[in-house]
């Protein structure tokens, strides 16, 4: 198999990864530049690999949770792919990368905003399904975890081993036969901060 995968919860990641053992990643921190940068980090993977997309035979994505504008774009761009190669599309858990790259039992945190954090508790696998909760909630529900991940410098309640998320890692997941696969569908946890106009107010007396 020639994975590519991608992942767009937090920040951006693109990586192709072989069943031979061949593997090129790149990523970027950002949270405003998806609809700039993925696609030509997609091809920027693939070049630096050598290869063409008529070589990818799966795509992976990365399902979040996270952000609303960046899940769109990762899973558009992963959906457009897939049907333009007429190759699978398979949908991971993002947070799953992290548990999977840690090895051990664990709760994984990213950053949600509004003082919040996704998670997801992890032993042997991901135990349950991910949520979003304030800090001292998750401190309270986990005394004794050891939190890892993109978010676990962001509050003193939940501090423990900074990971980064990566896409290789969701492709080496998948690889391994051991991925819980989800549906192709963004995970927000929360409604987006956009919402349609309401009906216009009357200005008559």
């Known amino acids: 198999m020639n994975v590519l995968a991608i992942d767009s919860s937090a920040g951006i990641s693109v990586a192709y990864v072989t069943s031979k053992g061949q593997h090129f990643e790149k990523?970027?921190?950002?949270?405003?530049?998806?609809?700039?940068?993925?696609?030509?980090m997609i091809h920027d993977v693939l070049v630096s690999a050598e290869v063409s997309?008529?070589?990818?035979?799966?795509?992976?994505?990365?399902?979040?949770?996270?952000?609303?504008?960046?899940?769109r774009v990762g899973i558009a761009c992963a959906t457009v792919?897939?049907?333009?190669?007429?190759?699978?599309?398979?949908?991971?858990?993002?947070?799953?990368?992290?548990g999977y790259d840690y090895g051990q039992p664990c709760v994984v945190v990213t950053n949600a905003r509004r003082k919040e954090l996704y998670w997801a508790q992890y032993?042997?696998?991901?135990?349950?399904?991910?949520?979003?909760?304030?800090?001292?909630?998750?401190?309270?529900?986990?005394?004794?975890?050891?939190?890892?991940?993109?978010?676990?410098?962001?509050?003193p309640e939940v501090s423990g081993q900074v990971l980064v998320?990566?896409?290789?890692?969701?492709?080496?997941?998948?690889?391994?036969g051991k991925a819980q696969l989800v549906p192709v569908a963004p995970m927000y946890l929360r409604a987006p901060d956009a919402t349609e106009p309401g009906k216009p107010k009357s200005v008559l007396l």
Do not use: K, W
């Open 27 to 40: 990523s970027l921190d950002a949270h405003n530049l998806h609809g700039e940068m993925t696609v030509q």
């Open 53 to 71: 997309p008529e070589d990818v035979t799966d795509i992976v994505i990365g399902v979040g949770p996270g952000p609303y504008t960046g899940l």
């Open 81 to 98: 792919f897939g049907f333009a190669r007429n190759i699978p599309v398979h949908g991971i858990c993002s947070l799953d990368a992290v």
């Open 123 to 155: 032993s042997n696998g991901r135990v349950g399904e991910p949520q979003v909760a304030l800090p001292h909630d998750l401190a309270n529900a986990f005394p004794d975890a050891q939190f890892v991940g993109p978010g676990a410098a962001l509050y």
């Open 165 to 176: 998320l990566s896409s290789a890692s969701l492709a080496e997941l998948f690889l391994s």
